[in-house]
């Protein structure tokens, strides 16, 4: 099978590296395409995958909407080229409207209710929508499949990810030393259009606050006031989940890292005024602290710190999730190996992604 995975941001690259090497290993053919945007095309080339850049990320609402005459024409003359079996997104405007085209399955991964631009492009072209249990839009009965897990089990799933200490010493700290790692978005998305986080000053006062208990690590999309230069992550890309491993408390305004966090059992506080169904989820799971303003975000922050007990109370948190989520990789690796069969099976048999429930007793966190 030859298979055309289209990739809108960085994390979507995380999202499907595992069951790209995966079925590359059992003889199917994968190939990326991309646009330029933040590390896309360095983790590409990390990955050593196969890849064509269509150029550089459009950042508003205009460029956006022309796009899609030069990337849709882009995409097609290189599905022309690569003659893919079907296509496979998370949530791919360009890749829904191709495959259309060319009367080739596209089946797109969401985890984001508020993406309605993208919605409205790509939906409609599209054979199947895998969407979280926690995700709370409607799609129709016909093209929609929930399954029980996160995007972000499918690459830090313990069966997917295994941490490496050694991360630390990179960051010159010690093991059991308490670090914050911050994220900060730009804010371009088009479905941010209206939407914040922390200003200026609540950045500044935020990062300062932390440091006085812990070390502070801070990754931005955009660029960093002059004040909080010194608090950058240096680290490569592709080690970014390892830094988040052993982070004592995740502080962001983007909603992907805050689910990592918790997905690897680190707390983390999600600061933004759009509310998404899995952080909504992972609160219940006291994995994720979920503010619609900056206010109390803080003083939540520094409660967190302060708490000896905290790493003993996330691994608990943790391992009941992972008792009671997939692994996204293994379920997506059977539904598209099997599609059509796979869309038939899930709608006679909602429980049936319960199957991938796997996770071997030593890689839960020990809890002492």
């Known amino acids: 099978m030859k298979i055309l995975i289209d990739i809108n941001h960085p994390a979507h690259i995380h999202l ?13 053919e994968i190939f990326f395409t991309t646009r330029k945007k933040e590390v896309t095309i360095e983790l590409l080339d990390s990955y050593k995958f196969k890849y064509k850049s269509f150029g ?20 097609l003359l290189t599905s022309l080229k690569f003659k893919p ?18 009367r080739k399955p596209h089946i797109a991964l969401d985890d984001t ?9 790509y939906v409609p072209f599209t054979e199947v929508c895998l969407n979280p249990v926690c995700f709370h839009k409607d799609f129709g009965s016909k093209k929609q499949i929930f399954y029980n897990g996160y995007h972000e089990l499918a690459y830090l799933h313990p069966n997917r990810f295994t941490p490496e200490i050694s991360i630390l010493e990179k960051l010159g700290v010690k093991e059991g030393d308490k670090y914050v790692f911050v994220r900060f978005v730009s804010w371009d998305a088009s479905h941010d259009i209206g939407h914040g986080g922390l200003s200026l000053e609540g950045k500044i006062k935020l990062v300062k606050d932390l440091s006085a208990y812990a070390k502070v690590f801070i990754s931005s999309e955009g660029k960093l006031p002059e ?3 010194e608090y950058r992550l240096k680290t490569a890309p592709e080690l970014v989940h390892h830094v988040l491993q052993y982070a004592t408390l995740f502080i962001g305004e983007g909603s992907t890292m805050a689910s990592e966090a918790a ?10 005024s759009l509310e998404v169904g899995y952080c909504t989820e992972q609160e219940e799971y006291n994995l994720v602290y979920n503010f619609r303003t900056a206010e109390g975000a803080t003083e939540k922050a520094l ?16 391992n009941k999730m992972l008792s009671e989520k997939i692994d996204v990789t293994a379920f997506l690796e059977w539904f598209v190996e099997n599609y059509p069969n796979s869309v038939k099976t899930m709608k006679e048999n909602k429980d049936y992604d319960k199957n991938f429930i796997s996770v071997e007793n030593e890689k839960l966190i020990s809890i002492t």
């Open 85 to 102: 079996d079907l296509y496979l997104t998370m949530g791919g405007m360009y890749a829904g409207q191709v495959s259309w085209l060319l």
């Open 263 to 272: 997905c690897l059992g680190t707390p983390g506080i999600y600061i933004n």
């Open 227 to 229: 004040e909080l230069e």
């Open 56 to 75: 550089n990320h459009r950042k508003s609402l205009l460029g956006k909407l022309l796009g899609f005459i030069k990337f849709d024409f882009k995409l």
């Open 113 to 121: 209710e508020h993406a309605k631009f993208h919605h409205m492009f």
């Open 16 to 28: 499907f590296k595992n069951f790209a090497w995966n079925m590359e290993d059992k003889g199917h």
């Open 303 to 318: 409660e967190l710190i302060k708490d000896n007990e905290l790493d003993k109370k996330s691994a608990i948190a943790k």
